[in-house]
């Protein structure tokens, strides 16, 4: 066997007889995705008793010994970093990251390494999910640099499947706590509006027309007004690009210290965001809650907020 090989074993139960072989292989074999296996059945890395087999449309039958040598997966070209981590939970599958502000998720022009990446690089030697074949941490959503709070990243490819199944189909529970300028009108409600790039900024996300961009809806409510501002919980139908900041700016409630979107406030909220250094949106991914691809596992995680928002947010109570 090849250095850097590795061959997992099983045995087809006769009840999986006609059974194609992917979708056989996936159930005996639970870390490697349905997606991996078809790409190591078509490369020939499978074998059905004493056979090698390249069709994943292959039928099995019955009782049958069955080997699949998984390469190990090529190294990611981002450097592994010791950047310490917040970890709300962690397992042989997945780990739930409480991300500070500041800190970009993926490395991109402009920011090559520092990055949450590199840092789980780190954390998780030599257990990443290695979907295509290649080893990366499984980014299966981000936040924005300047935003705090919860995110997940998979370990294993059949946590990344199941993750991104989840987020594919809207059923996470992402819960965001927001400082917006203002007090919303209605207090609770409901925000739908499809949101692409904008044509006259290319770096900014808008509302668009019908047909256009991706359908978002944000679910807001009214936690706390504050001396004309207001602390809000959004709630996420759906997870775009700079979603709550454009859907609170589109109702006339921008996030407080939101540059791009207008979050600037009244002159005396721009003159306590300078007092008190805060140069980013007031937004933290409070809650995220999704069902644990692997043990089917209800899980839900909450982070409270982290000091410079707190501190914003005492300064403005009435």
């Known amino acids: 066997m090849d250095a850097g090989v590795q061959v997992k074993r099983a045995a087809m139960p006769a009840e999986m007889a006609g059974w194609r072989l992917d979708r056989a292989l996936a159930a005996v074999i639970p870390t490697l995705s349905r997606e991996r296996l078809k790409s190591l ?93 290649v080893e990366r941490p499984g980014i299966v959503h981000r936040i924005d640099k300047d935003t705090s709070g919860l995110m997940v990243a998979a370990k294993t490819d059949r946590a990344h499947a199941g993750l991104a199944a989840q987020f594919a189909n809207h059923s996470i529970d992402r819960r965001y706590k927001a400082i917006v300028s203002g007090r919303p009108r209605p207090v609770e409600g409901r925000i739908e509006g499809n949101l692409g790039r904008s044509p006259s900024n290319r770096k900014k996300m808008a509302i668009v027309g019908a047909g256009q961009g991706k359908h978002a809806v944000t679910h807001y409510t009214t936690l706390k007004p504050l001396d004309g501002a207001a602390l809000v919980e959004c709630r996420l139908e759906t997870g775009r690009t700079h979603q709550v900041r454009v859907h609170m700016a589109s109702i006339g409630n921008a996030l407080l210290g939101d540059q791009v979107y207008g979050g600037r406030g009244s002159r005396d909220h721009r003159a306590l965001l300078e007092e008190l250094g805060f140069r980013r949106q007031a937004l933290h991914a409070a809650l995220l809650g999704f069902i644990h691809p692997v043990t089917s596992q209800a899980l839900s995680f909450e982070s409270n907020m982290p000091a410079d928002m707190q501190e914003l947010f005492s300064h403005l109570l009435v």
Request: proline share 8%; with cysteine.
């Open 41 to 133: 059945i078509s490369a020939g890395n499978v074998m059905v008793g004493d056979k090698v087999v390249r069709d994943p449309a292959t039928k099995v039958a019955g009782v049958v010994d069955v080997a699949v040598a998984v390469p190990s997966p090529r190294p990611a070209h981002n450097e592994a970093q010791e950047i310490p981590l917040v970890v709300a939970f962690e397992d042989e599958h997945l780990i739930v990251i409480d991300k500070p502000a500041g800190l970009v998720v993926h490395p991109a022009c402009g920011n090559l390494d520092g990055t949450l990446v590199n840092a789980l690089l780190h954390h998780c030697q030599g257990s990443l999910s290695g979907i295509g074949g």
